[in-house]
């Protein structure tokens, strides 16, 4: 157990179909409410009672679960169940009563065989149990039952003989090896894959089964969640792209403004580029203008390499390209 607490169970098993079978027949689905208590020092809880199940009748079983002793409720709190077992009562089945299955009985009592059912993961089978185990499980299912292991999911097309259990690929899961593990996905002819969540980026372990796609924190993208949102750089510490309002991304780990605009250059698109001159620093109010010396960048008639204006006149002074001289 995870914690010292007790919980509740209410467990309601219903069906639209009235019973018919002379056994079931008096026993109205509607009635059929549990109240139990599930103690957090064990690890299985049996019904007070049975239920009688019709053949070929579907049933719905509802539980709802509280914390014992608990009024208010709290939405954060969480318990781990791992299945619904339904359990014959094997005593009454042929073979296991009357004075013929005296000895069947005594076996099931010492190996205590019915215990090792309620137990999850079921424990080892001592080989008087798995062998009385095949005998039940032939009453009730009329003979054997098919492996059916998925032929994408298992390794093959036997399975365990008690329980029928199909040997899984790789984070498969399933008797038949039919589904995804939790923290996996992409169910296929390899198995299935793990999602990798980050552990920085992610808001749990667990992806989308089909895509993989992990539930990623506010600001942070990727299929694992490990790479910032566009715009921003540093993961896991993910901050904004500063580049003066001439980029809009940056690169995604040392913050290098890509593609500056507007003839801008630096890592933060923070000076104009050889040919242009003023200061393109947001908030400056100024922008990048071509060098006159004398014709402007790109053209026949500009002879320089890059200028400046001078701090004190405000004049242009260009730096002539090599065989040029002047202002």
């Known amino acids: 157990p995870q914690s010292a607490e007790d919980w509740e169970a209410v467990v309601s098993v219903s069906s639209r179909v009235l019973p018919t079978s002379p056994r079931c027949g008096n026993l109205l689905p509607s009635e059929q409410m549990y109240r139990e208590s599930l103690p957090h020092s064990q690890r299985y809880v049996l019904l007070s009672r049975p239920f009688c199940f019709e053949p070929s009748t579907p049933y719905e079983v509802t539980v709802r679960l509280q914390r014992a002793g608990v009024t208010q409720r709290h939405p954060s709190a969480f318990i781990l ?28 009592e010492r190996y205590q065989c019915l215990e090792a059912f309620r137990m999850a993961p079921p424990s080892p089978l001592a080989q008087a149990c798995a062998r009385l185990v095949c005998s039940v499980s032939a009453l009730l299912h009329s003979g054997a039952l098919p492996c059916q292991c998925d032929p994408q999911g298992s390794r093959s ?27 996996s996905y992409g169910f296929g002819p390899l198995g299935c894959s793990s999602c990798a969540c980050s552990p920085e980026g992610s808001l749990s ?15 942070t993208v990727g299929r694992q969640c490990d790479e910032c949102q566009p715009g921003h750089w540093g993961f896991p510490a993910c901050r904004p792209c500063q580049c003066n309002g001439h980029a809009e991304e940056c690169d995604p780990r040392t913050g290098t403004c890509l593609r500056c605009r507007d003839h801008t250059a630096g890592r933060h698109c923070e000076r104009c580029q050889d040919g242009y001159y003023g200061d ?10 071509p060098c006159p010396c004398p014709g402007y ?3 026949r008639h500009y002879h320089g390499s890059a200028c400046h204006a001078d701090e ?9 390209a090599p065989g040029y001289a002047g202002e």
């Open 205 to 219: 372990q667990l992806c989308d089964a089909v895509s993989g796609q992990c539930r990623c924190q506010p600001g």
């Open 81 to 108: 169940i791992d299945s619904l077992v339904l359990l014959p009562r094997v005593l009454e089945l042929p073979g296991f009563h009357g004075a013929e299955g005296a000895a069947h009985r005594e076996e099931l």
């Open 280 to 289: 393109p620093v947001l908030g400056s109010g100024q922008q990048c203008r």
């Open 157 to 183: 097309s036997e399975c365990q003989e008690q329980g029928g259990q199909c040997e899984c690929k790789p984070h498969v899961l399933g008797r038949r090896c039919d589904r995804c593990a939790p923290g």
């Open 297 to 299: 960048p790109g053209t």
């Open 312 to 320: 004190k006149t405000h004049h242009i002074v260009c730096l002539c």
